[in-house]
């Protein structure tokens, strides 16, 4: 058979095994990621609200309304502060559990497995129980502190106290993750670099500061980088924990998105969003790139 043959007679066979191996995955990734990406950018030039029985085109008439939108300036400022905080010390907690996990102890396999225990909870599972635990009429920590202080705070009903809350959820979850992975990168680390700078008379704190910064700079920005692309798309917390309330204090862009999309079915509005969270994401990945590569030149 000419076409399964080989040079100017036919395609190569190895062409035809690429195809049937890699063609289904790859029609099945553009049925899934391509045509969704040019649908959404369709419907965000729309006005398509399924409540309303509305499919009007208007441009870029969206764009416009979400811009004008009083509460949209405070939406994306929480965003970026709430993933910005939040990487950043789960990122620094995570550290230091790498580096305690790291040193040899009786039980430290159990203590590295219990570490693991806040991450393999389901997100909308922590989400909910924290709420419980945040509700100022009958939340544990609530009691805790009226027992202490004989105050009762109402800390989802207030709006900084709301954001506080979670963005210490968010680090409670999420850092025994980083922690792990930093952890593996401290492992590569060879034990001779520290042996080495304790016969020089090197405190901990150099030994830390010159061998396993340097060491693990890499790993850390790049962790750093992806937590921040994952928490950007993420709403099972803030669903979970606050709703986005009190009013929008907790709104992150991507319960924004889930609002206009699945409760008030304003799917126009929702795509729009959708289109500026995936520039918002691009601007910040292409901002960490820049530093990923400019730790890796420097180390």
């Known amino acids: 058979m000419v076409l399964f043959g080989s040079g100017k007679h036919g395609l190569p066979k190895?062409?035809?095994l690429f195809a049937l191996f890699v063609g289904p995955a790859l029609i099945v990734r553009i049925?899934?990621?391509i045509y969704p990406v040019i649908h959404t950018f369709k419907l965000s030039l729309m006005r398509y609200n399924l409540m309303q029985q509305v499919r009007d085109f208007v441009g870029f008439g969206n764009f416009i309304s979400i811009m004008q939108d009083p509460t949209f300036r405070s939406i994306i400022g929480?965003?970026?502060v709430f993933v910005a905080s939040s990487t950043l010390f789960q990122l620094i907690f995570g550290m230091g559990v790498a580096n305690l996990l790291n040193a040899k102890f009786v039980g430290r396999r159990i203590?590295?497995?219990i570490n693991l225990i806040p991450w393999v909870i389901p997100m909308i599972v922590s989400a909910y129980a924290f709420r419980w635990l945040l509700t100022g009429d009958y939340g544990l920590i609530s009691d805790w502190i009226v027992r202490i202080t004989g105050y009762r705070p109402q800390l989802l009903l207030n709006a900084t106290s709301a954001r506080i809350s979670l963005i210490v959820v968010n680090i409670w979850r999420n850092m025994p993750?980083?922690?792990l992975v930093i952890l593996a990168g401290?492992?590569?680390i060879p034990e001779e670099l520290y042996e080495s700078a304790k016969m020089d008379g090197a405190s901990w704190f150099?030994?830390?500061?010159h061998i396993?910064?340097?060491a693990s700079a890499s790993t850390v920005v790049t962790l750093g980088l992806f937590n921040i692309i994952w928490q950007m798309s993420d709403i099972d917390l803030v669903l979970g924990v606050t709703q986005g309330g009190p009013g929008s204090a907790t709104t992150v862009l991507a319960f924004r998105i889930y609002q206009h999309g699945m409760l008030w079915f304003d799917w126009g509005l929702a795509s729009a969003l959708s289109v500026m969270l995936v520039l918002l994401v691009t601007i910040v990945s292409l901002i960490g790139l820049s530093i990923f590569k400019k730790y890796q030149f420097t180390l």
Request: positive net charge.
């Open 14 to 16: 190895r062409y035809l």
């Open 31 to 33: 049925a899934t990621s």
């Open 78 to 80: 929480f965003t970026l």
């Open 111 to 113: 203590v590295r497995t």
């Open 177 to 179: 993750f980083m922690g």
């Open 186 to 188: 401290l492992q590569s």
């Open 206 to 209: 150099r030994r830390f500061l």
């Open 212 to 214: 396993t910064m340097p």
